[in-house]
């Protein structure tokens, strides 16, 4: 991941605006240029994933925390479809949960089992999930984030 990649900078950067936008809140300190900041969310404590907007969607981004729970490098996160990421048992939770996130711009009380590629169960807690839009309010997929979490 090489945040001098100008389309992930660009990315961060959207995944900031729309979580400010729905929360009224920021995920990092934004002091500082585009690289900056977007060094700042790589790099954090927390987990920071998105997905696309296809039928099944894809995850576009994930920082560095995101990757380590769920135990792939950044070219295989970007293959993995976002439902894969919980258990299918949990999926129709799942699935609940986001059309509640469409409907509402976000929610910042999530909780559900997550698997990582190894199949590790971990549980996450007090996460918000968004809907990612741009400056003209163009829908770009759905991103979370969370930093609470225990494996089970």
């Known amino acids: 991941m090489n945040i001098n990649n100008f389309s992930i900078t660009s990315h961060i950067e959207l995944l900031l605006k729309s979580y400010n936008k729905w929360t009224g809140k920021t995920l990092v300190d934004l002091t500082g240029s585009p690289e900056e900041q977007a060094e700042?969310?790589?790099?954090?404590?927390f987990a920071l994933v998105s997905h696309n907007t296809e039928i099944d969607p894809v995850f576009n981004f994930g920082n560095k925390t995101a990757l380590k729970l769920f135990e792939l490098g950044w070219e295989a996160f970007l293959k993995l479809h976002s439902r894969e990421?919980?258990?299918?048992?949990?999926?129709?939770?799942?699935?609940?949960?986001?059309?509640?996130?469409?409907?509402?711009?976000?929610?910042?009380?999530?909780?559900?089992?997550r698997i990582?590629?190894?199949?590790?169960?971990?549980?996450?807690?007090?996460?918000?999930?968004?809907?990612?839009?741009?400056?003209?309010g163009v829908y770009k997929g759905q991103a979370a984030s969370f930093d609470k979490w225990k494996f089970l």
Not at 40 to 45: E, F, S
Not at 97 to 111: A, M, Q, S, W
């Open 116 to 136: 990582s590629s190894t199949g590790k169960r971990f549980e996450i807690w007090d996460a918000t999930v968004w809907n990612v839009v741009d400056d003209v």
């Open 40 to 45: 700042k969310i790589i790099n954090a404590p």
């Open 85 to 113: 990421s919980a258990e299918p048992v949990n999926r129709e939770e799942r699935e609940r949960l986001l059309k509640r996130v469409t409907e509402n711009g976000f929610i910042d009380d999530y909780r559900g089992i």
